[in-house]
């Protein structure tokens, strides 16, 4: 009996050690039509082709596309709490800010925004990557700059992970773009795909 004991005794530690290698993770793209895959299917978007790699490569994770086309940081905060009834994530992504700035938003409302869905994340103990966002420069120097800064200074306040403006490098390249000169085609997505791999990887911790 005392054997037997002992050996349940380091069979469980070694359940215990092991099971967080291999607990599955859930991670939610909060987004906008950039993450919805505007213009196509959403197997055809960025996140769609993770979703696909992932069944492969990281079995474990669940990523779920939350985004929605046209979406505002207040539109995000508002549906946030339904989101998080329906999926219990583990980590979400937010890639928002976009339509605010092309609506002329404060910077002082969209931080509000951000900061309070991060917040709302972070008390549950949810890990957080925030998208860098820029607008073109048609918006005048000064409101582009105020708007560029919201996000290092967000993610710092927060204690966040700031990662990079995915389209900095698809939108300098016209044949990557729909016609409307704002939106990723489908070419792009690959290229998305790729880009924001490793950094989705770092923020779940499988990197």
Do not use: C
Request: overall charge negative; charged content about 20%.
């Amino acid at each position: 009996m005392k054997n037997f004991l002992i050996k349940f005794a380091w069979l469980f530690i070694v359940v215990v050690l092991i099971r967080p290698a291999y607990a599955n993770v859930s991670l939610v793209v909060l987004g906008d039509s950039l993450s919805a895959g505007y213009g196509m299917s959403a197997k055809e978007s960025w996140v769609g082709i993770l979703q696909q790699r992932w069944q492969e490569t990281h079995p474990s994770v669940t990523l779920i596309n939350a985004s929605i086309s046209g979406d505002t940081t207040q539109g995000a905060l508002n549906r946030l709490d339904g989101v998080l009834r329906s999926h219990a994530p583990d980590a979400v992504f937010i890639e928002l800010g976009g339509n605010d700035g092309l609506r002329g938003f404060t910077p002082t409302t969209i931080s509000s925004n951000l900061l309070q869905i991060i917040n709302r994340l972070q008390d549950d103990s949810i890990k957080v990557a925030v998208s860098q966002i820029r607008i073109p420069p048609n918006y005048g120097r000064r409101y582009s700059d105020m708007f560029s800064a919201i996000f290092p200074e967000i993610t710092e306040e927060t204690d966040t992970l700031l990662i990079p403006f995915f389209m900095e490098q698809i939108a300098t390249q016209p044949e990557l773009m729909q016609n409307d000169g704002i939106h990723p085609n489908r070419e792009a997505q690959e290229k998305i795909a790729d880009i924001m791999e490793p950094h989705l990887l770092q923020l779940i911790g499988k990197k």
